[in-house]
């Protein structure tokens, strides 16, 4: 096991409702990445936070947000849900820029949004 | 650019037969780091191996082996004598440096069938 937590294992939502995902971070990172993988798909990179600021983000749109805490533990909020948001959520973390830019991933939450 | 190609969708072995999965990447950077990872049906991403831009060196570690080429931009992985819990998808994996951190991309996946 990698150390990297995340809740809730599975979510139902329906289409213009609101949801957050947690992650707790492997003792010692201060990254936290988040990535988005669709059935039958690869992870797609969704943003990334070090020491609690967003720094870097792929081709989502502004209602995927997030935030990260002192304790580098990091939410993923999704507001107006859209059918097309039912994947497995992924985050990983990692500690850059000291030879462990390998990025750890927790199980993820599955969301289904009906 | 970041683009990372896995050709391969899909590929059955029988058990114990050697098994190479293909990756092909682009990048601008000079500094990067290729990875693999595994994806059983659970659905965790567990990290097997990596290797950065400066390091050709290629290596076997127990059934798992490398083969990175920066003139073909080629990292192909090979499970030797495989086994049926070898069966998972399996995704190549660029990281570049971006301000701050790294910014990763993912291939498709080569899902991997290994038959009793």
């Known amino acids: 096991e990698t150390g990297v937590t995340q809740s809730p294992t599975h979510l139902i939502k329906t289409r213009g409702q609101q949801v957050t995902l947690r992650c707790s971070s492997q003792?010692?990172?201060?990254?936290v990445s988040w990535y988005q993988q669709a059935l039958g798909q690869g992870p797609q990179f969704i943003f990334q936070?070090?020491?609690?600021?967003?720094?870097g983000r792929g081709n989502f749109p502004p209602r995927f947000s997030g935030l990260q805490f002192p304790n580098y533990s990091s939410e993923l909020n999704v507001n107006a849900l859209e059918l097309d948001d039912s994947a497995l959520y992924l985050c990983?973390?990692?500690?850059?820029?000291?030879?462990?830019?390998?990025?750890?991933f927790g199980p993820g939450t599955r969301l289904l949004v009906l | 650019a970041q683009k990372v190609t896995q050709a391969q969708t899909e590929i059955s072995v029988v058990e114990k037969e050697d098994v190479t999965l293909d990756c092909v990447y682009e990048?601008?950077?000079?500094?990067?780091?290729l990875f693999w990872y595994k994806q059983p049906p659970s659905g965790e991403l567990v990290f097997l191996i990596r290797?950065?831009?400066?390091?050709?060196q290629n290596e076997i570690s127990g059934r798992y082996s490398w083969n990175f080429q920066k003139s073909t931009s080629s990292f192909n992985f090979t499970i030797t004598a495989s086994q049926v819990v070898d069966s998972a998808v399996y995704f190549c994996?660029?990281?570049?440096?971006?301000?701050?951190?790294?910014?990763?991309?993912f291939g498709a996946g080569t899902r991997l069938f290994v038959k009793a």
């Open positions: 290797r950065n831009s400066f390091d050709e």
């Open positions: 990983a973390s990692s500690q850059p820029w000291t030879g462990e830019e390998t990025q750890y």
């Open positions: 003792s010692g990172h201060n990254t």
């Open positions: 990048t601008r950077d000079t500094t990067y780091y």
């Open positions: 994996a660029l990281s570049e440096a971006q301000t701050g951190g790294f910014k990763t991309i």
């Open positions: 936070y070090y020491r609690e600021e967003e720094n």
